[in-house]
């Protein structure tokens, strides 16, 4: 039998250091030859999605956050270098508690990233809600570096972000895993959820932050379970990286080791897919 290359659309959930577990799911795909032909994202999903969308493939994306997080005076330095000004700019001195969400992702990002969406190789979308209307937005046009922040701001730990007549706040309080946002339904959806398993852990009580931030997990999962009810995408992944805390991402090797199950669960499911049941382009 021919096969043929599927078009596909790719959606990238939230949950932090738990994100990591994407690029995993990107090198998957890159083994296959296949380029998406719409990038969704949410929260590190959007982060990730948008890299992947400029032309970073998996394998660069591995080698670029191992850099980030496998010395943390390596990501101070970036952070902050010699520049005294970059703690004002990330610090919200009224609100101290809370990160400058733009300042922070700036000196993160690398510099394969352009300004503008429309810079990108790949149609990518990313996923905020709107704090007082209680509304998903999607912003896919206009700036990129705005938009990832918009999409990851955690409250009580980044600011909300002001884009347009929006002010925004992560996007996982309306969409954890955004495969539902994709206009073209004949395109093959990849779905990854990185939410994580419920720990299985008792006896321990959190501190107020992990209350915070774990408590905003609980949601995003319930939330997604939901979503799958009603609508399924055509490939549902889930890594398995529910023991590692959101701020976990010094963690990156087992956070990676932990998402191999996942990535082999994906490359079978392509496999299948090209060998099978083409879809035509």
């Not at 999605?49 to 956050?65: D, F, R, T, V």
């Not at 009580?205 to 399924?232: F, H, Y």
Request: glycine share 6%; charged share 20%; hydrophobic share 45%.
């Amino acid at each position: 039998m021919t096969s043929s290359v599927p078009s596909i659309a790719l959606a990238l959930g939230g949950g932090g250091a738990r994100g990591l577990a994407h690029i995993k799911i990107l090198q998957v795909i890159d083994e296959f030859g296949l380029t998406p032909k719409q990038i969704s994202g949410t929260s590190m999903g959007a982060l990730v999605g948008a890299l992947y969308a400029c032309g970073m493939s998996g394998n660069e994306l591995e080698l670029y956050a191992k850099d980030l997080f496998h010395k943390r005076t390596e990501l101070l330095k970036r952070l902050y270098g010699n520049r005294p000004d970059r703690w004002t700019s990330l610090i919200n001195l009224r609100t101290p508690a809370m990160l400058n969400a733009p300042a922070f992702f700036e000196m993160m990002m690398p510099n394969e990233l352009p300004e503008t969406f429309e810079e990108l190789k790949i149609s990518f979308s990313a996923i905020a809600t709107d704090f007082y209307t209680h509304e998903q937005v999607i912003i896919n046009k206009g700036l990129i570096m705005p938009a990832i922040a918009a999409s990851s701001a955690l409250p009580a730990l980044l600011k909300p972000v002001q884009i347009e007549n929006h002010v925004l706040i992560d996007g996982g309080f309306v969409n954890p895993v955004p495969y539902n946002i994709f206009a073209d339904k004949d395109l093959f959806t990849i779905a990854v959820d990185v939410t994580g398993e419920p720990a299985r852990l008792a006896g321990k009580i959190p501190n107020s932050i992990d209350t915070l931030i774990g408590a905003s997990q609980i949601m995003l999962r319930s939330l997604t379970n939901a979503m799958i009810k009603t609508e399924t995408p055509d490939c549902f992944i889930q890594p398995k990286v529910g023991r590692f805390n959101v701020l976990d991402y010094f963690k990156i090797d087992d956070i990676f080791e932990a998402s191999e199950e996942a990535a082999e669960s994906l490359r079978q499911t392509l496999d299948k897919q090209l060998t099978i049941s083409p879809v035509e382009i």
